[in-house]
């Protein structure tokens, strides 16, 4: 089946230590991108990319980062730079060069600082 | 870049009647309008989109309407039913796409 999978659906991470989030699509979109959902704040976009090999910030990338590789994988990192890391993060893929077209999100990973 | 609000935060309805959600955006510039149903614990998923050529779209009993003058749009949900009830976020963009705050609809039997 195609889609868009993130892993793990639960990750718990001590303070000060870097953690990366896994997200791998088989739908064979060009664009990929990572959201950060905590409540009432709907969806913030984090990192972007439209091609492999080539990424764009987001409005908050600030102790994220992010590598495309692959076309089918896009991972996030948390680093300890991230003052407040705990939160909801969905990735997401669509068609083209630009997200004007349906995206897929995955399942979402919930990622509790301890 | 852009900006999108959306309203109401949150939305209760009697089963059967209808629930509309509106949305503006800043960027001109931005020509795509989807609009995602999110359940407790999963991704969202797109129920229906417009695009800025369009001033209306329907899909049995949802319905989107953009007013790319003013910079609005809107969803409307009729013959509401229990399975309605979940998150809806809005969006606008064109290279990149900004979400909307959400609207939590609770459909009572």
């Known amino acids: 089946d195609g889609g868009i999978t993130q892993s793990p659906k639960y990750l718990f991470r001590k303070e000060g230590q870097n953690v990366t989030l896994s997200c791998e699509q088989n739908l064979n979109h060009d664009a990929m991108y990572w959201y950060r959902q905590d409540p009432g704040q709907g969806l913030r976009l984090i990192y972007y990319s439209q091609i492999v090999n080539d990424f764009q910030k987001g409005d908050i990338a600030e102790g994220y980062s992010v590598s495309r590789e692959k076309k089918e994988s896009f991972p996030l990192t948390v680093t300890s730079a991230q003052k407040n890391p705990t939160a909801f993060y969905l990735c997401?893929?669509?068609?083209?060069?630009?997200?004007?077209?349906?995206?897929?999100f995955g399942q979402g990973t919930r990622l509790t600082v301890v | 870049g852009e900006n999108v609000e959306q309203h109401p935060s949150t939305l209760s309805v009697q089963e059967g009647d209808s629930a509309v959600i509106k949305c503006t955006y800043s960027?001109?510039?931005?020509?795509?309008f989807p609009w995602y149903k999110q359940e407790l614990g999963k991704g969202p998923q797109l129920i229906i989109d417009i695009r800025s050529n369009v001033g209306e779209k329907k899909d049995q009993r949802i319905a989107v309407t953009l007013n790319k003058t003013a910079k609005h749009f809107s969803l409307h949900i009729t013959e509401t039913q229990p399975e309605d009830s979940a998150v809806y976020f809005c969006?606008?963009?064109?290279?990149?796409?900004?979400f909307g705050a959400g609207t939590r609809l609770t459909v009572k039997p």
């Open positions: 960027d001109s510039a931005s020509n795509y």
């Open positions: 969006a606008a963009g064109f290279n990149d796409m900004r």
């Open positions: 997401a893929s669509s068609t083209g060069g630009g997200m004007n077209t349906e995206a897929f």
